[in-house]
């Protein structure tokens, strides 16, 4: 690990370094679209689908509040000219950082930007130029994390010479604040490379969380998809805790520890995109409790599937002979969950799927993988994890539909079944739904936002929920409009996402932070985001009957 470089200077006083943006014409994928065949036969009578629609038969008042306020991303397509725009973003006391493709903006809670759009070459630029995150040779596929622990930020892209099918060295960037503040309170920047057995092995994908284990300082986790750069063969999954206490404080002996594995395809098996748990609301994991991270299978088109695999990673900076994943030498899940079955949004030659107004041009669905953020909330002390995934209905016709799951994870073991789940599909109304992102606020209310979209309107973005006393297997609340696209998109790569983000406010616990991807008109690469905030009512209690008091005499 390379670091930490020291950058005491305000972002709004950096020169400019564009960059090159990542613009690929094909995801790579856990199977690069297997053949065809016999399909395996969904269930009839107990299919959540029967459920679903017996359930669309009911009455249904949607209830879930209109947004708080909207406001433009700061990093449009016309600033990168790239595809996909990879849009994330979290937010603290003061600040949301959005970060897109190629690069990041700041702004304060009312949509203000404050500093950006800025590149990931510019903000690495200290680092050596012998490593590639300091050679401006950054590519892309960001990633922003509010540390509320410290109340500090964490910004992350990936970088390598020669392009993702190039010979490599892949590298990952990563950039801690110093303080507070994301503007002007300086940062430390800090190298890892993806594989260093394997040079020519890209790390993509990158996805990051932070957890408090080990004690005392914690550890931020990240998990990559190993790719053979020069022929693009999946080759497993790596997984990354990296010394949160020596990250912050700019320190190391002579770099901060960091513990990594990787998992092979004898290990991860039809699986990849490893999702590393976070927290934000409740209470801290219990001391030593172990990572915990989920994936599904990418397996073959149309099969339907039955399980959520979860892997335990206990990490040890003391002593990093002692960390585990999984089990044995290949690092095997530790559990497989049993869940409704579901079928898996991609076909044996394409992932797009998802229809749009006014062009033949579909959407990718990314529906292949467990989205981010894992969801990790210890309520008095029952633990659990909250998951979303694409799925798909009347395969592989649609609509596409929003599944998720609450895991009961107390004491750190994981379920047999989970403790509720649904395939989200807002009554059976036809709409194709992905793109999802999943969080939960302080009193265990759950929403998940994500893109909407149908051959007769144009993709909106959305968002639906559940109170903690709703009943259970169904986001209850209903869904409600963010903001409605007014374009779709019109190329031949149909590239969406790679991912939205929801998080929570830290200032109040219950105030959800959506950020996502729209089109303005019909058009090729210009693509816009929108930054939305919106929360559920305070309950407020039935008033207890006064008693009448009695005449005077």
Known sequence: MVGPVRLNQDLRTLPYIPQEAETEERRLTRYRFPGTGALPSAPETSSPRVQSLIKGMLPHVPSMPPPLLTFEGGAAAQFCACAPPDTDGDVGPNHYVEAINNA???FDKTGNMLAGPITYDTLFAPLPDTNPCGSNENN????????????????????????INGSGPFWQCIAVSQTPDPVAGGWFLYAIQHEPAHPTWVGDYPKFALWNNPQPGGAYHFTVNLFHGPT???????????????????????NPTAVAFTIPLAGV?????????????????????????LAVDASIPGATLTQVHGWLF?????????????????HTPNAEITVNPFVQAWTASTYRLVPQQGTADKLDTLGDKIMTPLVYQNRSGTESLWANQTTILNYPNGPTAVSWYQFNVTGGTFPVTPVQQQEFTNGNDGLFRWMGSIAVDQ???????????????????????????????????????????????????????DYSMN??????????????????????????????????PRAIPTPRPRPTPAPRP
Request: overall charge negative.
């Open 104 to 106: 990041f903006a700041v």
């Open 140 to 163: 892309g596929d960001p990633f922003v994390l509010y540390d509320h622990l410290a109340d500090r930020w964490l910004i992350s892209d990936f970088a390598f010479p020669g392009g």
């Open 232 to 254: 693009l063969a999946f080759e497993g999954v790596r997984v990354f805790a990296l010394d949160r206490a020596a990250m912050l404080a700019g320190s190391g002996q002579p």
């Open 269 to 293: 098996g039809d699986a990849y995109s490893l999702v590393a748990a976070n927290f934000r609301t409740g209470s801290p994991p219990p001391a030593g409790r172990d990572e915990m991270l």
């Open 314 to 330: 206990h990490v040890d900076f003391v002593t990093p002979a002692n960390s585990t994943i999984g089990i044995g030498a290949n």
């Open 443 to 497: 009193n265990g209310n759950t929403a998940i936002g994500y893109s909407v979209s149908s051959g007769s309107m144009f993709p909106a973005i959305r968002y639906a929920g559940r109170l903690s006393g709703d009943p259970l297997n169904d986001l209850g609340q209903g869904e409600a409009n963010m903001f409605s696209g007014t374009g779709s998109q019109t190329d031949t790569i149909g590239r969406w996402g």
């Open 503 to 536: 998080t929570i406010d830290p200032t109040d616990g219950i105030s959800f932070w959506h950020a996502n991807e729209y089109y303005a008109n019909n058009s090729s690469f210009n693509w816009h985001t929108r930054i939305g905030k919106f929360k559920f």
